[in-house]
C-alpha cells in the first residue's frame, strides 16, 4: 500500500456508535444490526480503521433499514490501525499482524454462522482493507455478490478471477487504485460477460470517501450518499 492516503482522515472510533449491538459472531467480536428474521444478509467489511467507525456503522444501520441482516467484525481483535507518532510509517508492521488472507480465513465461520440462522443469500462490502477480502470471498464462490469501494492490495490478477457480480466504486484521486488501474479492472470484468460487473469513478473525491468524510461537508456528504445509493442498488439486485 504505498503512499499515506488510506492513512488521511482517520475516524474518530465510538465503541457504541450506531443503532446496533456488538456480540461474539463467528467468533469474532462483530456489530450486528437488522431484522432477526431477514434471510439476506450484508458483509461489511471496514478499511485499516476497523468496526468502531461511525460512519461505517450509520451505513450498516441504513442497509438494515432496507431490509439486509448487516454484519460488520473486528477483523483486528481490538487492534485497528492507529495514527501515533509514526504515522504512516508504521502501517507496513501493522499490517504484517493483520494479513488480509487471515481475515479472509475469519470469515468463513462468519459465513457459516449466518448460514445456520437461516441466511440464503449474502453480499459482501469492502472498504480498502477490506476490498482484498472481499474479493477472495468472491473468487472462492463463497458469496453471492460483491462490491468494494477504494480498493487496496487488490490485483488485475484477482480481478480476473471473481466468480460472483462485481462492483466498484473509485475515487478520481487515489494513489492505491488510481482511475487508470480501475479501468484495467473494467476491462477485465468486461472479458467475463457471464459475470454482471460495474466500476464507476466518482469525480473529485478521494480515496476513503465513502466512509471517511465530514459530516460537516455538504459535497463530501453528497458524494458519500451517491455511493450508498449505488450499493444498496447493487446489492438488492444481487442478493436474493
Not at 60 to 74: E, H, I, R
Not at 95 to 110: N, Q, R, V, Y
Not at 148 to 165: E, G, Q
Request: net charge negative; glycine share 8%.
Amino acid at each position: 500500500m504505498s503512499g499515506p492516503q488510506c492513512c488521511s482522515h482517520p475516524p474518530t472510533l465510538n465503541p457504541s456508535s450506531g443503532s446496533g449491538r456488538v456480540e461474539k459472531f463467528g467468533g469474532l467480536d462483530t456489530y450486528l444490526v437488522g431484522s432477526p428474521d431477514s434471510k439476506l444478509a450484508v458483509l461489511l467489511l471496514s478499511d485499516i480503521f476497523g468496526y468502531d467507525a461511525p460512519n461505517l456503522r450509520k451505513m450498516a444501520d441504513k442497509l438494515a433499514a432496507a431490509g439486509f441482516f448487516v454484519v460488520v467484525p473486528d477483523f483486528f481483535y481490538g487492534d485497528p490501525f492507529e495514527l501515533g507518532e509514526e504515522g504512516f510509517a508504521a502501517l507496513p508492521g501493522w499490517i504484517k499482524h493483520h494479513e488480509p488472507d487471515k481475515a479472509f480465513e475469519d470469515t468463513k465461520p462468519l459465513l457459516e454462522a449466518l448460514k445456520s440462522k437461516g441466511i440464503s443469500a449474502v453480499g459482501a462490502v469492502g472498504f480498502c482493507y477490506g476490498a482484498k477480502v472481499v474479493v477472495e470471498l468472491s473468487k472462492h464462490d463463497l458469496i453471492q455478490a460483491a462490491a468494494m469501494c477504494h480498493p487496496a492490495f487488490v490485483t488485475l490478477d484477482d480481478i480476473k478471477a471473481v466468480k460472483v457480480p462485481t462492483q466498484i466504486l473509485g475515487a478520481e484521486i487515489d494513489h492505491m487504485s488510481p482511475p487508470e488501474v480501475l479501468k484495467q479492472f473494467e476491462e477485465a470484468l468486461a472479458a467475463k460477460p457471464e459475470i454482471k460487473s460495474r466500476v464507476k469513478i466518482f469525480p473529485k473525491v478521494e480515496h476513503g470517501w465513502t466512509t471517511r468524510y465530514n459530516d460537516e461537508d455538504e459535497a463530501a456528504c453528497k458524494a458519500a450518499e451517491e455511493a450508498y445509493q449505488d450499493l444498496l442498488e447493487w446489492l438488492q439486485n444481487h442478493v436474493k
